[in-house]
Nanobody, 115 residues
Framework: QVQLVESGGGLMQPGGSLRLSCLGSGIILRIYTVNWYRQAPGNQREYVASITSGGSTNYADSVKGRFIISRDNAKNTVYLQMNSLKIDDTAVYYC?????????WGQGTQVTVSS
């Protein structure tokens, strides 16, 4: 059974940092592109960042220069380091993988940025 489990969310003040983790079970994350998405209340889910099997990264303009996506293949985990957090970063963050069979999503982790 494939599972993606996010963790690391929480409450942070503007300007602070958080690191989210996406742990894969039943799936070898290193052979896939892994994406992070987020969804704020009342908004559609939006793309945040991705990392390919080769290690290439891509970011939404809204997070470029502040967020860093990385992977630890030994731990079968993908990370999202979020720096210089803004109130607008408040959302539920989801890990996503697309395979030839289907798309997989984690359950999400809440990030709240508030003073």
């Amino acid at each position: 059974q494939v599972q993606l489990v996010e963790s690391g969310g929480g409450l942070m003040q503007p300007g602070g940092s958080l690191r989210l983790s996406c742990l894969g079970s039943g799936i070898i994350l290193r052979i896939y592109t892994v994406n992070w998405y987020r969804q704020a209340p009342g908004n559609q889910r939006e793309y945040v960042a991705s990392i390919t099997s080769g290690g290439s990264t891509n970011y939404a303009d809204s997070v470029k220069g502040r967020f860093i996506i990385s992977r630890d293949n030994a731990k079968n985990t993908v990370y999202l380091q979020m720096n210089s957090l803004k109130i607008d970063d408040t959302a539920v963050y989801y890990c996503h993988v697309r395979t030839v069979v289907r798309d997989y999503w984690g359950q999400g982790t809440q990030v709240t940025v508030s003073s």
